[in-house]
């Protein structure tokens, strides 16, 4: 279609920046339920988690020894009791006795500190104290770790093992947590063969299944297998129409570009999924595409070649899923690096280079991973980050500063 690629040519371009903005203006973020615990890992939490009690919730040991009233060395106190986890002595102390107690058993009443058991001497159903303890030595009090009613965790952050875990100590069984996006993905090409299937003339791989559905996964997703669509128009429009159907988010890879074979375009505008943008001044993923369905479908068009779409996945989908699940930014890699090499820029396009980090001295250098083409595959294994170049004439010398994006993982 020499017309239509003549128009690719001349349209204008917008900016990553632009594209994003316009991917995350359109998002509503997803209804939030409640979760049991055991099934939270990974979600994002709706509501802040308040301490519903003291913890610890009581007076305990933070040895194993003996409870007793503090004071001097050389005392002789009779044993009269035992506090074990979960079992108080039941029974209060008093001046001249102590009850031996195991860490994280509860103080008894009347006992002022923790004598450990290396400090004391056996004197049969005694105890000699063989060294001083103050008031409240050994002793951890109650709500050291949580004070009641305080905030423990906040609204947007991810559940990992130890928030889980935190949650249980605060008293939680279940949490509210955004509703997971369910994600389909949709691998077009004709070319296209199942993992580990032989081969014929002109076939590959389909590697950007595994990637795209293992990348929509670990931003949350909830994902369907991926599908392969066949580069046919009839196909493409009833496997996009299904995929609409049950997601949130429907990922293709392919076909979204202006060959003859391309019909991704005109299957979505069929299915009445609005245009919201295609083509990103981007080196590599210029032809991306991104539109939306009465609000709460989004459907990206991602280029085939397997770095363009992992790029365009980091830069766009990423994003889109973590404001879905109402996730609070939380960035753990740096913004910028120093250019480890000579970087030659594009004149139309901002580059995202796949970069190695080397971390020292109070700086961050960014080295590209080898070969850049949006073919090369081999570029985003190891890779920390993609490193933006902004678009302009000539080259960027060593030790430019450029900006980090996270490379989704
Ligand atoms: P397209 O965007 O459909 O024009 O594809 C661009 C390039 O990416 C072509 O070389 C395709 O063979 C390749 N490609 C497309 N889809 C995939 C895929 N799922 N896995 C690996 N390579 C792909
Ligand atoms: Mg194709």
Not at 134 to 143: C, E, K, L, T
Not at 208 to 214: E, F, R, S, V, Y
Not at 277 to 298: C, H, I, N, Y
């Amino acid at each position: 279609m020499p017309g239509e690629y003549a128009e690719n040519l001349t349209r204008t371009l917008i900016t990553v920046a632009q594209a994003r903005k316009l991917v995350l203006d359109a998002i509503r973020p997803l209804p939030s339920e409640l979760v049991e615990i055991d099934a939270a890992l990974g979600r994002v939490l709706a509501c802040d988690v308040r301490a519903a009690d003291d913890v610890p919730p009581f007076p305990c040991s933070a040895m194993d020894g003996y409870a007793i009233v503090a004071g001097d060395v050389g005392r002789l106190l009779a044993v009269v009791g035992e506090s074990r986890a979960g079992a108080p002595a039941g029974r209060e102390l008093r001046d001249g006795e102590a009850i031996r107690i195991s860490t994280g058993a509860a103080m008894p009443a009347g006992a002022t500190a923790v004598i450990p058991q290396e400090n004391v001497k056996l004197r049969d159903s005694s105890i000699e104290t063989a060294a001083a303890v103050a008031v409240g030595q050994n002793v951890r009090g109650p709500g050291e770790d949580m004070r009641s009613q305080t905030t423990v965790l906040e609204a947007g952050g991810r559940l990992g093992a130890v928030e889980l875990g935190a949650a249980v100590a605060a008293g939680l069984g279940a949490l509210s947590a955004a509703r997971m996006p369910r994600v389909t993905v949709l691998c077009t090409g004709d070319e296209l063969r199942a993992p580990g299937a032989p081969l014929g003339p002109g076939e590959i791989h389909n590697s950007n299944a595994p990637m795209l559905t293992g990348l929509a996964a670990n931003a949350g997703a909830l994902t369907a297998p991926a599908q392969r669509l066949p580069d046919d128009r009839a196909a493409t429009e009833a496997g996009i129409s299904a995929a609409l159907e049950s997601s949130d988010v429907v990922v293709i890879s392919g076909g979204v570009s202006v060959g003859p074979h391309d019909h991704v375009k005109p299957a979505l505008a069929a299915l009445g999924v609005g245009e919201v943008f295609w083509s990103v001044a981007l080196q590599p993923g210029k032809p991306t595409w991104f539109g939306t369905r009465s609000e709460d479908k989004l459907v990206f068009g991602l280029p085939g070649n397997p770095v363009s779409t992992v790029v365009t996945f980091s830069l766009f989908v990423a994003p889109a899923l973590a404001a879905l699940q109402g996730t609070r930014t939380a960035r753990t890699l740096e913004s910028e690096a120093e250019l480890g090499v000579e970087v030659r820029r594009d004149p139309g396009r901002e580059q995202a280079l796949r970069v190695r980090l080397r971390r020292g001295d109070g700086r961050t250098v960014a080295t590209p991973n080898g070969a850049q083409g949006s073919h090369i595959l081999t570029s985003l294994l190891g890779a920390d980050a993609l490193a933006m170049i902004p678009p302009g004439q000539g080259t960027l010398p060593a030790g430019t500063a450029v900006a980090l994006e996270p490379l989704a993982s």
